[in-house]
């Protein structure tokens, strides 16, 4: 429990940028993949990016490819998503999880989630 912790979420208006991180507290070596998702108000939760922490392969949704970025920082045990040129339609509660395959299901542990809102 707790082991990822989000910040960086808030609210900005459409085409500005937000950075956020997802700390890991207690890395598990077993965590291959680290990746965020998203829901927004009465809608599934969705995938947003994924990265592969051993070879550093990502993949986006197509919503968001060429606007956001996934990255690490291994000596933080630090995960980010930059946002740019955001759009109203991103406004959503962002997640962190991790696991063995984070875009199979294969999670072990989910962030607490933090708000992103974006106003037009």
């Known amino acids: 429990q707790g082991q990822l912790v989000e910040s960086g979420g808030g609210s900005v208006q459409a085409g500005g940028s937000l950075t956020l991180s997802c700390g890991f507290h207690a890395y598990t070596n077993s965590w291959s993949s680290v990746g965020w998702f998203r829901q927004a108000p009465g809608k599934e939760r969705e995938e947003v990016a994924a990265?592969?922490?051993?070879?550093?392969?990502?993949y986006y949704a197509d919503s968001v490819k060429g606007r956001f970025t996934i990255s690490q920082d291994n000596a933080a045990n630090t995960v980010y998503l930059q946002m740019n040129s955001l759009k109203p339609e991103d406004t959503a509660v962002y997640y962190c999880a991790a696991g063995l395959n984070v875009r199979s299901g294969f999670i072990d542990a989910w962030g607490q989630g933090t708000q992103v809102t974006v106003a037009s």
């Open positions: 990265l592969y922490v051993g070879g550093g392969v990502t």
